[in-house]
T-cell receptor, first 112, second 115 residues
Framework: EAGVAQSPRYKIIEKRQSVAFWCNPI?????LYWYQQILGQGPKLLIQ????????DSQLPKDRFSAERLKGVDSTLKIQPAKLEDSAVYLC??????????FGPGTRLTVT | DQQVKQNSPSLSVQEGRISILNCDYT??????FLWYKKYPAEGPTFLIS?????DKNEDGRFTVFLNKSAKHLSLHIVPSQPGDSAVYFC??????????????FGKGTHLIIQP
């Protein structure tokens, strides 16, 4: 079974620019998560989707971050405009049932 | 207000010995706990888990112990092998089985296995 796919793997942008990340979850997984992992910290949940709908986005900075999951499969996470403190690894994860989450390799974002 | 705490940023253990990684939590609503292992430039991979109704779960060289009264869990690796060198994250969920819920992670412990 193919794992969670993410692209790009690395991205460098200047502050105030925009950036988008893409995630393709494991086939059949209804739940999709985006996490932000700042260097030296554990992953922090940004948003959780159940099929097309948002289950939890309480920690998403909605003034600059947005995410969508069209047709209940792929998802994109966007940052507009980016700040220096957004430099982090953005991890996508998916699950079918229960708390077992499968993670993608992540996108490392550097904001200069 | 860190709800999941891993107080040891790093741990060095000799190959063949036991590695013990610790984790504390503060949220009484957590009812499922997981350990993830992470290599550089890769996403975390699931290692082992335990439900709050149990106090021990074993899988090969890996055993997780849960002490609910102390809100403490630990991961034991016996014997430790060079391939175990990685960052280990403790994670907790407030909803087990049935529906999914986002995980709350600790900061991680970098385990280094010395030859």
């Amino acid at each position: 079974e193919a794992g969670v796919a993410q692209s790009p793997r690395y991205k460098i942008i200047e502050k105030r620019q925009s950036v988008a990340f893409w995630c393709n979850p494991i086939s059949g997984h209804a739940t999709l998560y985006w996490y932000q992992q700042i260097l030296g910290q554990g992953p922090k949940l940004l948003i959780q989707f159940q099929n097309n709908g948002v289950v939890d986005d309480s920690q998403l900075p909605k003034d600059r971050f947005s995410a969508e999951r069209l047709k209940g499969v792929d998802s994109t996470l966007k940052i507009q405009p980016a700040k220096l403190e957004d430099s982090a690894v953005y991890l996508c994860a998916s699950s079918s049932t229960g708390p077992f989450e499968y993670f993608g390799p992540g996108t490392r974002l550097t904001v200069t | 207000d860190q709800q999941v705490k891993q107080n040891s940023p790093s741990l060095s253990v000799q190959e063949g010995r036991i590695s013990i990684l610790n984790c504390d939590y503060t949220n009484s609503m957590f009812d499922y706990f997981l350990w993830y292992k992470k290599y550089p430039a890769e996403g975390p991979t699931f290692l082992i888990s335990i439900s709050s109704i149990k106090d021990k779960n074993e899988d090969g060289r890996f055993t997780v112990f849960l002490n609910k009264s102390a809100k403490h869990l630990s991961l034991h690796i016996v014997p430790s092998q060079p391939g175990d060198s990685a960052v280990y994250f403790c994670a907790a969920s407030a909803k087990s089985g049935g529906g999914a819920d986002g995980l709350t992670f600790g900061k991680g412990t970098h385990l280094i296995i010395q030859p």
